[in-house]
């Protein structure tokens, strides 16, 4: 273990470009969320942006890589979403933090904002997987919700799962 520790140490990941514009708009979604929620604990700041991206260098160092991936942002993001949310929950234990924080009904809202956000009536699997992961939920979260909702005949996936088409109302 030690010299796994000592091996990773050597390692000072940089943020590639693409990467950091890619930190920045998870910033600002961040923030605009916290607005949105009225957040009064946990208030997003610059200071959520360092611990981000100092979780996303130590998982890139866990890797053995000299860069940053987005995949490490995401994770990061992930963590920091599970941190706060294990505070909120021993502090607040009221119904409708439970029902806000439910698994199928949180994935669910992330792929209805993307296809509101993007016009279209599909949505690519691929597309939502990296903004369920960010907002401190599993693929397994994800096929659950896809599962569910297929079954309430509100969507309809293709048979390789990785399309989700909403069934509008005047389709049926």
């Known amino acids: 273990m030690r010299a ?39 208030f997003t700041s610059a200071r959520t942006l360092l611990a981000i991206l100092r979780l996303s260098q130590a998982l890139a160092r866990l890797r053995c890589a000299h860069e940053v991936s987005r995949e490490d942002i995401v994770e990061a993001r992930r963590l920091m979403s599970l941190s706060k949310a294990s505070v909120l929950d021993t502090k607040n234990e009221d119904d409708e933090l439970r029902k806000r924080d439910d698994p199928i009904s949180t994935v669910y809202h992330i792929i209805r904002e993307h296809s509101q956000k993007t016009g279209l009536p599909a949505v690519h699997v691929a597309d939502i997987l990296p903004k369920v992961l960010s907002r401190g939920r599993t693929r397994e979260d994800l096929d659950h919700c896809i599962d569910e909702y297929e079954k309430l005949d509100v969507w309809f996936v293709d048979s390789a799962r990785t399309i989700i088409r909403f069934i509008a109302a005047d389709d049926e």
Not at 13 to 23: D, Q, T
């Open 4 to 42: 796994m520790i000592s091996h990773a140490r050597q390692f000072e990941p940089r943020v590639p470009k693409e990467v950091s514009a890619y930190i920045v708009d998870e910033y600002i979604r961040m923030r605009q969320e916290s607005l949105i929620h009225g957040a009064t604990f946990g």
